[in-house]
C-alpha cells in the first residue's frame, strides 16, 4: 500500500507581500543605515474566519479533537503562512442560517461563508472575486468547467463566488435487485412496468416477514417531480414555453401535469408510496426496517444511507439504479441545473487574499490537498493510482473544518474503497454528470434576479406555497383530483399573471441569443 506523501510547501501559493509586514532596511536619525534584522517589524500572519457550513462537518458535527484541529492549523500556518480559523454552526438548517445572519450584521469577524451568492450580493454582504481569482485563484478557475462559472456570474461579468456543483442527475430510481429475482420480476423499463413491479412488491411479500407492510417506494415532493414527472410533461419538472402565446409558465399548466398528480395520487391510495413521504421522517431509519422496494429520493439517500444499514438486511439485499425508463412522454427523471450555491467572500473580510490563496491551495495537486483538508493525516491512497482512497482509521478525530473544496470538481476525481463508501463514490464519478439520461429544464440556464421578482410579484410567497402544498394534497388524497381546476384558479387569483409576466419577461432577457 502506498503511503500518502505529504505535500511540498512549494506548491502553495505564498502571498507574503500581500498580507504580511515583510523585513527591511531602515536609517537611524542620521541616515546611516542600521541592522534590519533589528528594527524590522513582526511577520503578521493573517487569520481568516471561516463559518463552516458546507456540510464538511456532518461526520462528525461536534467537531474536532481540538489537538488534531491544532495540528491542522499549524500545518496551513506553516505552508500557507495564513491562520485559519472556524465558526462551528448550530444544528438545525434554520438555527444555521440565524447565526450566519448575527454574525453578518454583527462587528464580530467572518470572512468567508457557503450560500446563494444572489441572496448576499444584493444586500451588499460579499465581494466579487474575478481579480482575486486571476491572482490567487488559478488552480480554483482551472478545476471548473465554463457551465459551473455561468452560474456564478451576474449579467455585468463579475463572479461572486466558488462553485459547489454543475447540472447533474440527483434523482435517479433505485430498486432492490435481490427482491426482482426473487419474484422473477425483470428491471422495468416503462412507467406501466414500473407500476407493476409496486404492485407486486406491496401483495407479494418480498421482504419475507409475513406481513403486508412492504414499502414500494421511499419519495419525498422533490423526489416525485424530479424523478417521475418528466415521464408525463414534454420537460419535467421545469417551467415551460406555451407555443401558444410564447410566455413562461409553470409546470402546473403544462400538458400532463394533472394526470402526473393523478397517477401519484392513485400509487398513494393503493399504498405504492411510503404514506410519511411528504411528512418529516428518517430515510435510514425506514430503510433498517428492510421495506423499501424502491427510492426515488435525493441519490445520496440510497449510496450512502444503504451502505450503513446493508450489514443486517439480508445478504443478498441491493439497490440499483434503474436505467433508460421512459414514460408517456420520455425520460422519467429531470435534471437539476447549477445553481448559485457558492463558497463566499464578505465584504468585512479583512485578508480576502488570504482567503482566495487558502481555499486556491485545496485546489491545487487534486485531489490531495482537498483530501488533506477532509480528513487530516487519516487517509491513504490505495495502490499506485491517485484515485482510489481509504481511511486509516474509523474514528474520526480531525472533522473538516478547514474543508472549504467539498465540491463536484473534485468529488469526481476520487473514490473511497470503504464499503461503507464506495456506493456514493461510484455514483459520483459514474452517474451524477450523466446528463443525457434525464430532461433538462427549459430554462436551465437562466438565473432569474430574486428580488426583482418578490418586487413584481408581490404574491410570490403564497404561489409558492400552493404549489407545494396542494401538490401533496392531491397526492395524499386530502383534496380530490376532481378539483384540479379549481386549483388552476386559485393559483390565478393569487396572481399568476403577474407570475407568468416576470418570469417571461427575464427569461427574454437572460436567454443566450
Given at each position: ?390 481511511l486509516k482509521n474509523k474514528e474520526i478525530t480531525y472533522a473538516g473544518e478547514y474543508w472549504l ?109
Amino acid at each position: 500500500m502506498m503511503k500518502r506523501k505529504v505535500v511540498s510547501a512549494s506548491t502553495a501559493i505564498v502571498v507574503l507581500s500581500a498580507f504580511t509586514l515583510a523585513a527591511c532596511s531602515n536609517t537611524d536619525s542620521k541616515g546611516a543605515a542600521t541592522d534590519a534584522s533589528k528594527t524590522s517589524e513582526p511577520k503578521v500572519i493573517p487569520k481568516i474566519h471561516i463559518y463552516q457550513n458546507t456540510g464538511a462537518l456532518n461526520a462528525k458535527p461536534e467537531g474536532s479533537v481540538p489537538e488534531k484541529l491544532e495540528e491542522m492549523k499549524k500545518m496551513y500556518i506553516d505552508k500557507l503562512g495564513i491562520e485559519p480559523s472556524t465558526i462551528v454552526p448550530p444544528q438545525g438548517a434554520d438555527a444555521a442560517k440565524e447565526k450566519l445572519n448575527l454574525l453578518l450584521g454583527s462587528k464580530d469577524e467572518l470572512d468567508t461563508f457557503q450560500g446563494n451568492w444572489d441572496d448576499y450580493a444584493s444586500k451588499g454582504a460579499i465581494i466579487p472575486l474575478n481579480d482575486l481569482l486571476d491572482k490567487y485563484g488559478q488552480d480554483i478557475k482551472k478545476a471548473w468547467p465554463k457551465e459551473a462559472w455561468d452560474y456564478m456570474t451576474d449579467k455585468d461579468g463579475k463572479i461572486w463566488g466558488i462553485p459547489r456543483g454543475m447540472p447533474a442527475t440527483h434523482y435517479p430510481l433505485w430498486i432492490r435487485t435481490d427482491w426482482l429475482k426473487k419474484l422473477n420480476l425483470q428491471m422495468p423499463k416503462t412507467l406501466d412496468e414500473l407500476e407493476a413491479v409496486l404492485k407486486a412488491f406491496k401483495e407479494k411479500d418480498p421482504d419475507g416477514n409475513g406481513k403486508d407492510d412492504t414499502i414500494p417506494m421511499m419519495t419525498d415532493l422533490a423526489g416525485i417531480k424530479n424523478a417521475l414527472l418528466g415521464g408525463f410533461t414534454e420537460h419535467g419538472n421545469s417551467n415551460w414555453i406555451d407555443p401558444a402565446d410564447q410566455k413562461v409558465k409553470p409546470m402546473e399548466l403544462a400538458p400532463g401535469f394533472k394526470d402526473f398528480a393523478a397517477k401519484m395520487a392513485d400509487w398513494y391510495q393503493k399504498g405504492y408510496i411510503y404514506k410519511e413521504s411528504f411528512a418529516k421522517f428518517d430515510p435510514l431509519e425506514l430503510l433498517k426496517t428492510n421495506r423499501v422496494g424502491t427510492s426515488s429520493m435525493w441519490y445520496s439517500r440510497i449510496t450512502l444511507l444503504f451502505p450503513q444499514v446493508k450489514p443486517n438486511l439480508p445478504a443478498d439485499a441491493n439497490y440499483e439504479m434503474i436505467q433508460g425508463i421512459q414514460g408517456p412522454k420520455g425520460k422519467l427523471m429531470t435534471a437539476t441545473p447549477g445553481s448559485t450555491t457558492a463558497q463566499l467572500i464578505t465584504k468585512k473580510a479583512k485578508n480576502p487574499e488570504a482567503v482566495m490563496t487558502f481555499i486556491n491551495h485545496q485546489y491545487q495537486d487534486i485531489p490531495t490537498n482537498s483530501l488533506n483538508a477532509a480528513f487530516g493525516t487519516n487517509w491513504n491512497y490505495v495502490g499506485n493510482s491517485k484515485f482510489d482512497i481509504e481511511l486509516k482509521n474509523k474514528e474520526i478525530t480531525y472533522a473538516g473544518e478547514y474543508w472549504l473544496s467539498l465540491a463536484t470538481a473534485i468529488e469526481t476525481k476520487y473514490a473511497f474503497q470503504d464499503p461503507i463508501k464506495k456506493m456514493h463514490a461510484e455514483y459520483l464519478n459514474k452517474n451524477l454528470l450523466k446528463l443525457e439520461v434525464a430532461k433538462m429544464p427549459v430554462d436551465a440556464t437562466i438565473m432569474y434576479d430574486k428580488k426583482a421578482l418578490q418586487d413584481n410579484v408581490p404574491t410570490l410567497g403564497d404561489i409558492d406555497r400552493l404549489r407545494n402544498e396542494e401538490l401533496v394534497k392531491f397526492v395524499t388524497g386530502a383534496r380530490p383530483i376532481a378539483e384540479f381546476d379549481k386549483y388552476i384558479d386559485q393559483l390565478n387569483k393569487a396572481g399568476l399573471d403577474k407570475w407568468i409576466a416576470e418570469y417571461t419577461k427575464q427569461y427574454n432577457e437572460k436567454k443566450k441569443k
